[in-house]
Structures are given as structure tokens and as C-alpha cells.
């Protein structure tokens, strides 16, 4: 009996950030293309083999300025051709049938941004589940979170995955500005103050394929501090906002 072959996906470009990741992409690329046709690899000035893996399998293949991950996924975005856009990284740890999801509620349920959670979906990040860094890094995401609902009033349960989808238009509007892993804070705080429809659903974080994690736990401060400065403008613009409907 014939398995049913999957359909791409009308309007969607996969953006990917990536950075000396070749054994990984070569291992996810073939299996996004058959989801989407406009995969955009936004290298780093990688010194593996990338470029050559993106032209074998004939995905785009851009250079970003070696600013970090939120530069790539603003130079990705600009460069994408379709209105819905997932991004999704290169170490292989996200679940590739999720693209299904995420683009379902784009398109179907018509929502602005779609995060995923590894809270709810469960990680096999062996580095997170049996080293005292990766400990003190999943206890950090957890304070993070409970400090965002907080302040926000809202109840993610994850609010650092990179996994998540967007409307082209609607990721231009919220112009963004931090270059690296921050990007994915401010993301979220934006699309709240924009009000934008915003969906959270369980996503499996898979073990790394091949490579180490270019995220440092320290990172975790300015994580904070950016939840904090963040919480600050949204109030002022609420407030401001609010100042402007009572005139």
C-alpha cells in the first residue's frame, strides 16, 4: 500500500540561520524541501562545507553580517518570497512535522505569530538533561518564563524556543533590532504590544545531531534584562495609548 505524498506548502519559506552546521543541514534540508519551496540558509561566514550542501540541494543560499541570529533572520525575512514564514534552526533539535502545525495556523486559523514550547512537547537534549550547565540553563528558561507571565499577565510556557512562524508582513512591522539569541524575546513582547493573535503549542526538542550549542548560559542576564526593559515600553506605549482613547 502506497504512503500518501505529502503536498508542499503553498506560501511559506523556511528561513534558517546558520552557522558552521553543514552535517546538520544536510541531514534537514532534504526533508524541509518537501514542505516548501523558497528554504533560505542565512549563513554566518560559515568555514564548513554549507555552501556547497545548499547548492546540491538547490536551496537558497544567502550571507548575513555576521551580527547573529536575529540579523539573519531579519536579512532571511526581507529575502523570503512568500507571506507566511517559519524560522528554524540548523542544528537539527526541531521537529520537522511541526512546519505542518505552525503553517496551519498561519494559514487556517489565520494567527500573527505561532510559538513552540519544550516545556509542554518534552526535550531530548541530552546536554540539558545530564550536564550541570544544561541544568542551570533549563531552570533559567523556566525563571524567564515565570518572570515574562508576570509581568505580562499571560501564561507561556516557553518563551525562548526558537521554532515559530510568522506573517512576513507582520515580522517587518514589529522592527526588530537585537542580533542575537534575543531576537526571540523580542519577538514575543512586540507581537503583545502590536496585539497580535498569538498561539503557544507543544513542540519535541530533539538531541543535536552533530556539533555544540552556540548559546551560552550566561546569556541568560541579558535575557532578563531584556524582559525587564521590554515590560518598561510596553507599559509606556499602553499607557500612552490608553491617554490617547480618554482625550
Known sequence: MKKNKIKKL?????VIPSKNEGPNLKYIIPKLKVLSSDIIIVDSNSQDNTK???ELNKVRYVIDSCLGKGDAQRIGAKRSNCE???FFDADGSHEIKDVIKIYEYLTVKSFDLVITSRK???TLDTTSNTSVGGFIRA???EFLTLIFNILFKTSYSDILYSLKGIKKKKFINLKTSENSFGIEIEILTKSLLEKYKIIEFPSRENKRNFGKSKLKTIVGLYFL???IIYYLKYNFFS???KTRVEK
Open 239 to 241: 499607557l500612552l495609548n
Open 10 to 14: 503553498k506560501n511559506l519559506s523556511i
Open 84 to 86: 507566511n514564514i517559519i
Open 225 to 227: 534584562y531584556q524582559i
Open 120 to 122: 509542554t512537547g518534552g
Open 52 to 54: 556547497k550542501i545548499c
Open 139 to 141: 531552570m533559567g528558561c
